[in-house]
């Protein structure tokens, strides 16, 4: 959907023809409905990148939706996966986070399940950088594009890579706490060096300072719902119910979280089951990113 400046809307739909969807190892396991684009960025020249976690692949799609091309949908020979979100660097590099290698994504809602990676498309190809992560989900550099800042969503924390100068990692530590209290979804960063972040299903807002410290910013949540869905994910029991069950009223399952507006104080709030797109105006400006002026 596309929000104009005064306020009207127009939607960019995706022009399908019959190889659309369709895994080139299984051409049975996806049909056209199966799109589900789940994160987005502009190319250099304005076209969207789109992580798609229903094709599982990274897609290319013209501005006006009349072309689509796939990007990756492979990697060492094997599916690519759960194709979470996409980033790309002052470099021209791409970078994609793969939530898990194993279909049903609700699986990985475990404390048990690892298989997660970051992979990086340059004019090398496509390879995995880094390996293991509990639910790979949305990631951001930093003001240098020194640090690469993972989430792991089923890990209830942030992981960061140091990059070096051929994308290679030299260094892999948690940041901020080892347990974030909550399935940490999408993160941003302000111009002061603040990561903030999402809590989907318990509802919640926050921002980690540059030593780590987490700030609560924002909460809407139901208490003890959000207390039964992680008592069970310890035991490795949530179910999709519990899930459902969490969340808040403001705009259910608090997914993303980004700065915008003319000067970067305005932050919205994007969710997996609500159905309008939350703003408040921060004291802050957020970073600006590769394609924030696309």
């Known amino acids: 959907m596309r929000i104009s400046p005064d306020g009207s809307q127009s939607l960019v739909v995706q022009a399908m023809d019959e190889s659309f969807g369709v895994a080139s190892d299984d051409a049975s396991r996806f049909t056209p409905t199966t799109t589900r684009p789940n994160g987005l960025a502009f190319d250099a020249t304005g076209n969207f990148l789109i992580s798609n976690f229903g094709t599982d692949r990274l897609e290319r799609m013209s501005r006006d939706g009349s072309r689509t091309e796939v990007l990756l949908d492979r990697i060492d020979g094997q599916p690519a996966g759960k194709v979470n979100f996409v980033l790309r660097d002052r470099r021209g590099r791409t970078w994609i986070p793969v939530s898990m290698r194993i279909r049903n994504w609700m699986s990985a809602i475990s404390p048990n399940v690892a298989d997660g990676y970051v992979a990086v498309l340059d004019e090398r190809g496509a390879r995995i950088v880094a390996d293991g992560f509990a639910f790979t989900n949305e990631i951001r550099f930093d003001a240098e594009e020194r640090w690469l800042y993972v989430i792991e969503t089923s890990g209830r924390r942030i992981t960061r890579l140091r990059i070096g100068a051929n994308a290679e990692v030299e260094e892999r530590e948690v940041f901020g706490p080892s347990d974030a209290g909550g399935f940490i979804d999408g993160i941003a960063f302000d111009v002061h060096g603040n ?25 809407d949540h139901d208490a003890e719902a959000s207390a039964a869905l992680y008592a069970a994910f310890q035991r490795d029991e949530a179910t999709p119910e519990l899930m459902l069950a969490a969340g808040g009223t403001l705009t259910p399952w608090f997914a993303s979280v980004t700065f915008g507006g003319p000067d970067l104080r305005r932050v919205y709030i994007g969710s997996l089951r609500g159905t309008d797109i939350p703003w408040f105006d921060a004291p802050v400006a957020g970073l600006p990113i590769v394609h924030w002026d696309k």
Do not use: K, N, Q, Y
């Open 195 to 219: 990561l903030w972040g999402t809590h989907v299903m318990s509802d919640r807002i926050f921002a980690l300072t540059p030593e780590g410290d987490m700030r609560v910013i924002l909460e």
